[in-house]
């Protein structure tokens, strides 16, 4: 049989994954989230069984890539279980998950034998005090035990994620890449995304552009710019003298990546996000709930959704949100 593979009407190969398996989150991020969030009712969730046959459907149709978030997906009751079947799926290259460390300590040596390949881990302060303020309910010490706990588990090319908001912590911006150049970790810098409605600060005067981050760590470390690209939005520089790190920037603001854009998204709700900037979606929950135990239907479904995809996200500076959805529920 021919391999089956997913195109959207733009002729891009999409075979990348992201899903949502919780919009829980043991941290409250500023950037993510509201301080008094409502969660969704249970019933409104995908179970275990859903998500694992929504990834079972896309990696029959070519997905290569599935990479499990949330919320947090390690509060996620049996996710080490979920994590084993879909990493076992025939055809799947690799299954990652993006955490922001809290479980670890407990949960990476677990993922790891299940079948994890990678993880990134979100890292924004290496100060206690500033960490909590900025997760709200975060401790330091926890998230940088699990980050140990996921080397000594056998994980390898782990990547930190920082967001970085000017006037919050883009003075560590450099202090964090030593971080990661002492473990032998990747790191990305995030562009803040105005995805919900937050009130803890104004996005517009937190920005803090990709360059000017680079401008920060030139004054400590010589950047080399890389060729390398993994397809996705990250640009990847080199420290030299540091030749296990990779420095990423994602920049939605001041780069568009869509051109490449290899990937959708699954909210735990079942919703088929065809771009992260962009309402264009599909009911995958309704379609496995009217048709239980018939892949080919959802493969259908998958197959029609592509038609829809949008050329590009239109992200703007403004305090006005474009994007209800918060990040949580988004599958960052
Ligand atoms: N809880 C996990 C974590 O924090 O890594 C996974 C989910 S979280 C939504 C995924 C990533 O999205 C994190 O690296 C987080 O920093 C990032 N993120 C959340 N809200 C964002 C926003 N408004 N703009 C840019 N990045 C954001
Ligand atoms: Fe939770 Fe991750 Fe959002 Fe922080 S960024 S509140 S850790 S889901």
Known sequence: MAQRTLQDSFSRKVDYLRMSVTDRCDFRCVYCMAEDMTFLPRAQILTLEELYQVASSFVALGTRKIRLTGGEPLVRKGIVELCGRIAALPGLQELCMTTNGSQLGKLAQPLHDAGVKRLNISLDSLQPALFRELTRTGDLAQVIAGIDAAGAAGFTRTKLNCVVMQGRNDGEVADLVQFAIDRGLDISFIEEMPLGHISEHSRRETFFSSEQIRQRLAERFT?????????????????AGAADSRIGFISPHSQNFCATCNRVRLTVEGRLLLCLGNEHSVD???VLRAHPGQPEKLERAIVESMKIKPWSHDF????????????????G
């Open 223 to 239: 950047l080399l710019p890389s060729t390398e690209s993994t397809s996705g939005p990250s640009r990847y520089w080199r420290v």
């Open 284 to 286: 995958l929950k309704a």
């Open 316 to 331: 703007r500076l403004d305090d006005q949100v474009q994007v209800v959805r918060f990040m949580n529920m988004t599958g």
